[in-house]
């Protein structure tokens, strides 16, 4: 099979495609011929060493020192079920699915092999191979970060900062979901955007600091990285969350070490897991048209350097997708 391979952390063109062995289920897993993936932003830092601020010893020591031990990226893919290992029976051949593939990655091939029992799950009939990629580049995150750990509910005043990429997009979708008022920081020519997808009010943040205008927020979803609780804490109301999906090393040490502080305020960190049920929820929400996965481009396989390149300026809108055929 192809496959785009990383050996070394470096720019763009460090990706290679290789022929690569043929995987094989073994028993309890499920062998996927991929049509579309996403380059994410975890692809992004995986394949250039580029981690939030702390992280860079502990990246390696997990991930690999001088490159990715498993030097095939790709977090999230859609497929079609080509074999089945023993004892599985969720699953059928040519069943159409999608999954997260967790430390093992693999997505960026034209086959994978993935835990019939992990974060896998059906597409609906008019959901397309792209859209279905798309889905968990973002939405189990902000799903996590919102309802899991943010307890969101119907009427709370919620914050997006960073409302135009994947956990972004998604988190504004969800928050009007779940019956919230929705505020989505981005640029001014992301603001259409934040406001077709429920957005019912958008700061541009060239112009306007959301944390001096002296209004409060129950929940603020920080997406880029630049919202530490001492930044977040004047727009906070009493007893609101600050959900920190993107940090660096203190950040996370301090929603650890001190999750509560002034005014019932609590700080959210970490990573979010991965569960069939969220995404089988996410499809549901996708095929009655309340959930949309905005795709920014679509790169081929052959063309996955560039996908990589524009994930790397940080000013992609939803996913990109690499079409495998």
Same mark, same amino acid.
């Given at each position: 099979m192809k496959a785009a391979v990383v050996t070394?952390?470096?720019p763009p063109d460090v990706v290679e495609l290789r022929d690569r062995p043929d995987p094989r289920p073994r028993a309890g897993e499920v062998l996927i011929r991929v049509h579309a993936s996403a380059v994410t932003a975890a692809d992004w830092r995986m394949r250039s060493g580029d981690v939030p601020r702390g992280f860079g010893l502990l990246m390696r020591l997990i991930l690999g020192w001088r490159g990715p031990r498993r030097g095939v990226l790709g977090i999230t893919m859609a497929g079609e079920v080509l074999a089945l290992g023993e004892g599985v029976t969720r699953f059928a051949?040519? =069943?159409?699915? *999608?999954?997260l593939t967790s430390a093992r990655m693999?997505?960026?091939? /034209?086959?994978?092999v993935v835990h019939a029992s992990g974060a896998i799950a059906a597409i609906a009939a008019d959901i397309s191979y792209e859209t279905a990629a798309a889905l968990p580049d973002g939405g189990p995150t902000? *799903?996590? *970060? $919102?309802n899991d750990k943010g307890g969101i509910k119907a009427g709370d005043r919620v914050l997006i900062n960073g409302a135009s990429g994947g956990v972004g997009t998604a988190a504004v979708q969800l928050a009007r979901y779940f019956g919230a008022e929705v505020t989505a920081v981005t640029s001014a020519a992301n603001a259409e955007l934040a406001s077709r997808l429920g957005a019912s009010r958008v700061i541009d943040y060239q112009t306007t600091d959301f944390a001096a205008e002296g209004v409060r927020y129950d929940l603020i979803l920080d997406t880029v990285g630049n919202c530490p609780y001492a930044r977040a804490r004047p727009a906070l109301a009493d007893g609101g969350r600050v959900l920190l999906v993107a940090t660096d090393l203190m950040g996370t040490l301090g929603a650890v070490l001190r999750p509560r502080r002034h005014a019932g305020h609590r700080i959210v960190a970490g990573v979010a897991p991965e569960k069939r049920e969220v995404l089988e929820l996410l499809m549901q929400l996708?095929?009655?048209?309340? $959930?949309?996965?905005?795709? =920014?481009?679509v790169y081929r $396989?052959? /063309?996955?350097r560039a996908a990589h390149a524009h994930v790397e300026t940080r000013r992609k809108r939803g996913s990109v997708i690499v079409g495998i055929d």
């Open positions: 070394r952390y470096g051949l040519a =069943d159409r699915v *999608f999954a693999g997505g960026h091939a /034209e086959r994978v902000a *799903f996590h *970060f $919102l996708a095929a009655r048209g309340i $959930l949309t996965a905005p795709i =920014d481009r $396989l052959n /063309e996955i």
